[in-house]
């Protein structure tokens, strides 16, 4: 639900700048999936939205932003640098922000405003919550919630064994993400909350800060048609799959160019059986350290917040749409969303 408390100084902001250029803002109004807003021009042209509030946003987080109301997206923010422009505009996604940028496109209305500094003062959260949670071991533990939500009311012992990291570190992101509130108690347990949020936050700093340190080896193959039948040679060695191979086992639509596989060591014996080459930077078979314990045995592929991560972090527009469809379509994401 739409927190006019939280967010309401900078809507505010923006509403003042959007005014400067002729744009009157209606609303907000909570929608099927989140907050609406209504933009007018004075010819009489208006437009909904499905509205994101973030009072910081990188490169990155722009990558990964997820709108999962049906309207147009429209995000808010303090300030919209030429870097963050780019990846929105490419994605489609019009802004606004407290500096006076914008980038509205509708019908006939047109409105680009680049360039504009930072104000000093900014009216939006500038400092990012939970912030240490964010770090590379915080990560770790942010993925098995993500990936198996019921963790979050594990005993943290248990949190620790799973994600690889130390008992004070769990407490510490246990902490950050009930003050950030990420989790909330309900009787003895605690409960994801904002997931969709802390998808988008999890997965910009996944590429930032974790995806390059997990890197095992990069290898070559001619032909990376043997892994679709390779399930059960695959378990057996304790690897699994991520990444866009991974994708195309939840949603065909996308023909892999690529292979990356999660495993604990370089398993030798599947590389010398499917005569994978050592490569410098061009290799199309990614090795990387699974870095948690399922609490179950889990699938042949990894579980799909990650293989969301890897489809954003690669940086492939392409790739980049498909993580898009799967967010939309696979039972975990959208549990997560809907938190």
């Not at 490419?90 to 405003?113: E, K, M, P, Q, T």
Request: aromatic share 8%; hydrophobic share 40%.
């Amino acid at each position: 639900m739409f927190n006019l408390d939280e967010h309401g100084a900078l809507l505010n902001a923006v509403r003042v700048r959007l005014g400067e250029l002729g744009v009157a803002v209606g609303g907000p109004w909570e929608g099927e999936a989140g907050a609406v807003v209504e933009l007018a021009v004075k010819s009489g042209a208006a437009q909904r939205y499905g509205v994101e509030f973030r009072g910081r946003v990188t490169a990155e987080l722009a990558t990964a932003l997820h709108f999962s109301s049906s309207l147009p997206p429209l995000l808010l923010t303090g300030h919209v640098g030429e870097p963050v422009a780019e990846v929105l505009r490419a994605r489609g996604i019009d802004y606004a922000d407290s500096a006076g940028n914008a980038h509205l496109v509708w019908d006939d209305v047109r409105i680009d405003v680049r360039g504009r500094r930072k104000p000093v003062n900014s009216t939006g959260r500038t400092s990012p919550r939970g912030a240490g949670a964010f770090g590379r071991a915080g990560l770790r533990v942010l993925f098995v919630i993500l990936s198996w939500p019921e963790a979050a009311a594990y005993p943290y012992r248990r949190l620790a064994e799973m994600s690889g990291v130390s008992l004070g570190t769990v407490k510490t992101v246990i902490g950050e993400l009930a003050g950030a509130g990420y989790l909330y108690e309900r009787g003895d347990e605690r409960r994801l909350a904002r997931g969709a949020e802390l998808l988008d936050r999890w997965s910009e700093a996944y590429s930032i800060t974790l995806d390059a340190a997990l890197a095992l080896g990069e290898f070559a193959a001619a032909d990376l048609s043997w892994w679709h039948d390779a399930e059960a040679d695959l378990l057996s060695q304790g690897v699994q799959v991520g990444g866009e191979a991974g994708a195309s086992v939840i949603d065909p639509h996308l023909r892999p160019a690529s292979l990356t596989l999660y495993a604990d060591g370089l398993p030798a014996r599947l590389i010398g059986r499917h005569r994978l080459a050592r490569a410098e930077n061009d290799g199309n078979v990614h090795i990387r350290t699974r870095f948690w314990q399922a609490p179950v045995p889990e699938s042949w592929i990894v579980p799909s917040p990650l293989i969301y991560a890897d489809l954003l972090a690669s940086g492939d527009p392409r790739q980049r749409e498909h993580g898009d469809r799967i967010r939309s379509s696979d039972d975990r994401l959208k549990r997560i969303d809907r938190t």
